[in-house]
């Protein structure tokens, strides 16, 4: 199986910050890297596909970049609405996983 | 625009069975996969399995044993089944529709399924 190791664990922010998170696999998944946003007692919502790929309605704030084995999400310019749990995806081959997520929140 | 709605019980005795059923509107499963996944109290994201059109089934090792994805195509539902449930698979349970080459993009409302006597 495909470990997804995410980092870090929690962020702490403010409104308009430049945020980085970071999910490293072990072995190479390229591109097949999905991100996910997730906010308490909802389902998550896919940001980006294949590693880069902005999925429709999402902020352009949100990009994603990376290859092989390591990947990065980052929002340009944190705002109140992205408060959240963030989780990456690999979906290179079965069985899938996820890594074990990133909480932003307030500073 | 696509549509996913599940429904399922949402308390289930040990040793017990879970059955969930996900329905897509406005959408197909061709295409794509019927995915399960599924988020203990407090904790993280676990896939469980999917599903697709060809009625192909991918499961997580850890659970491999006891759960059986199925698809119904002329009613655009698939449902999930874990046997002899014991409180570790209390979790809330999510279906998605997943377009193959992507991430899941359309998700039911999630389930809370509690195993308890």
């Known amino acids: 199986d495909i470990q997804m190791t995410q980092s870090p664990s929690t962020l702490s922010a403010s409104v308009e910050d430049r945020v980085t998170i970071t999910c490293r696999a072990s072995?190479?998944?390229?591109?097949?890297l999905a991100w996910y946003q997730q906010k308490p007692g909802k389902a998550p919502k896919v940001l980006i596909s294949?590693?880069?790929n902005l999925e429709s309605g999402v902020p352009s704030r949100f990009s994603g970049s990376g290859s092989g084995t390591d990947f990065t999400l980052t929002i340009s310019s944190l705002q109140p609405d992205d408060f959240a749990t963030y989780y990456c995806?690999?979906?290179?081959?079965?069985?899938?996983?996820f890594g074990g997520g990133t909480k932003v929140d307030i500073k | 625009q696509v549509q996913v709605q599940q429904w399922g019980a949402g308390l289930v005795k040990p040793s017990g069975t879970l059955s969930l059923t996900c329905g897509v509107s406005?959408?197909?499963?061709?295409?794509?996969?019927c995915s399960w996944s599924r988020q203990p109290p407090g904790k993280g994201l676990e896939w469980i399995g999917e599903i697709n059109h060809s009625e192909t089934t991918y499961y997580n090792p850890s659970l491999t044993s006891r759960v059986i994805i199925s698809l119904d195509p002329s009613r655009n539902q698939c449902s999930l089944n874990l046997i002899s449930v014991t409180a570790a698979d209390t979790a809330v349970y999510y279906c998605a529709r997943r377009p193959y080459y992507r991430g899941s993009n359309s998700w039911g409302q999630g389930t809370q399924v509690t195993v308890s006597s």
């Open positions: 406005g959408g197909f499963f061709s295409g794509s996969y």
């Open positions: 072995q190479s998944i390229s591109p097949w």
């Open positions: 995806q690999q979906y290179h081959s079965f069985p899938l996983t």
């Open positions: 294949q590693a880069s």
